[in-house]
């Protein structure tokens, strides 16, 4: 029988800087085609809700992992107060086809979209970066924050959000993850406080608008934008 | 945290009849539209191995479940000592996303194959149906058997296959799955010696030619045939 593992298993058993790792080793693999990303497929739900399969496979010599995560988006959880979405992962050998793991894949998404913009972070930040400017305070921000503190650890990292709640928890999270090693955090009252001195900007919203303009940045400022997922959404002005 | 369930769960939760009747709900709502079953994806893994991600949709007064299928088709395995065909099942609860059972697949397939068979018999097959002419003696054999045994019980089922071990493999699987009700086998002698008198036939082959001629049949003889899936296989002569 396969390993199952709950939410806080797979919190337990993966730390950011083994994520970072694996997010070179993967973006690697697919450079040199030894990895793919199938195209999804999306099944809709009823209440215009759906399901994603998310189909993935490493194949190095260490290596022969079929990865697949199925996501599903339920809009109307949110007034059943439940998550909007839930996610689960298999892992199966790709060489015998045998399922190794089926785990929760919340913790894992949000880990793995930190640890891209961790390992960005790593190969084309400034290596004296230590001031984030943060914009959203939603599910990814606290992995977008331990990413970067884990490849350039942070004096001060700033937030620009709207939600007092979300910021409440985003600080509550971070201090959780990172224990003493937490950084100051501050609600920055406006993008241009955020920014003034900020050499690495995270946005991690649903904006369908630039969240700031150019003249804010300073040269040599490293940004990560990882919220839009549509065509009309946007935070950084192109 | 969703259920779990390993092979041997499986067969103790569900039996013929209820697959049989589950068939019979999910064939209605098809036809009513209160099913889908999505063209599947399939994945290329390592050595000509497949992996096939089926997912469906039933939308019901009753139920809304998003079921997946993820099945691994390893031709290596045999060499490996290790079954060919690994599956898992998922189910969600399709108003909420939420995962509800993770089940081994194997078990289950085999039983829905079968209940399919068994529901067509039970709707055209004749009423004094029971002698039972199988091809095949492999992995859907013996729920093909105790599907049509299920709605017409059986007084004597006659095999024809080539393979030894396949065929004692076959009569053990029903006599544990039936005990003491399980009909009489005997292995035929050739495909005439199995038709003559047979009311009823199941195939359960990967044969690309025809495992009867027509006039080995009666009048009035229903049949299933199960095996082909690829336009090459062919069970019943066209």
């Known amino acids: 029988m396969a390993l199952i593992l709950s939410r806080a298993d797979v919190q337990r058993?993966?730390?950011?800087?083994e994520a970072i790792?694996?997010?070179r080793l993967a973006f690697g693999a697919l450079y040199t085609d030894h990895a793919q990303a199938p195209q999804r497929l999306a099944v809709?739900?009823?209440?215009?809700?759906?399901?994603?399969?998310?189909p993935s496979l490493l194949q190095t010599n260490q290596q022969h992992m079929f990865g697949l995560k199925v996501v599903t988006i339920?809009?109307?959880?949110?007034?059943?107060?439940?998550?909007?979405i839930f996610a689960s992962i298999l892992l199966l050998d790709a060489t015998t086809g045998q399922t190794i793991a089926i785990m929760e894949g919340g913790w894992l998404t949000a880990m793995r979209t930190g640890a891209v913009s961790g390992l960005a972070t790593e190969l084309l930040a400034r290596k004296d970066a230590d001031i984030l400017a943060l914009f959203g305070a939603g599910a990814q921000a606290p992995t977008q924050v331990l990413a970067i503190?884990?490849?350039?650890?942070?004096?001060?990292?700033?937030?620009?959000?709207r939600n007092d709640t979300h910021y409440h928890d985003l600080v509550q999270s971070l201090q959780l993850l990172l224990g003493p090693a937490c950084p100051p955090i501050?609600?920055?009252?406006?993008?241009?406080?955020?920014?003034?001195?900020?050499?690495?900007?995270?946005?991690a919203t649903v904006s369908t608008t630039p969240l700031f303009s150019w003249?804010?940045?300073?040269?040599?400022?490293?940004?990560?934008?990882?919220?839009?997922f549509t065509p009309e959404m946007c935070e950084v002005d192109p």
Do not use: F, W, Y
């Not at 058993?13 to 800087?17: A, G, H, K, R, V």
């Not at 003249?215 to 839009?228: D, F, Q, R, S, V």
């Open 44 to 54: 809709d739900l009823p209440e215009k809700s759906l399901a994603l399969l998310m």
């Open 186 to 203: 501050r609600r920055a009252l406006s993008s241009k406080d955020a920014l003034t001195g900020a050499s690495l900007v995270a946005c």
């Open 21 to 23: 790792n694996a997010m």
């Open 74 to 84: 339920v809009p109307q959880n949110l007034s059943r107060n439940m998550p909007r």
């Open 149 to 161: 503190h884990t490849v350039r650890p942070l004096r001060e990292v700033r937030v620009v959000n």
């Open 215 to 228: 003249n804010e940045i300073a040269p040599g400022t490293h940004i990560n934008a990882i919220g839009a």
């Open 13 to 17: 058993s993966l730390d950011m800087t």
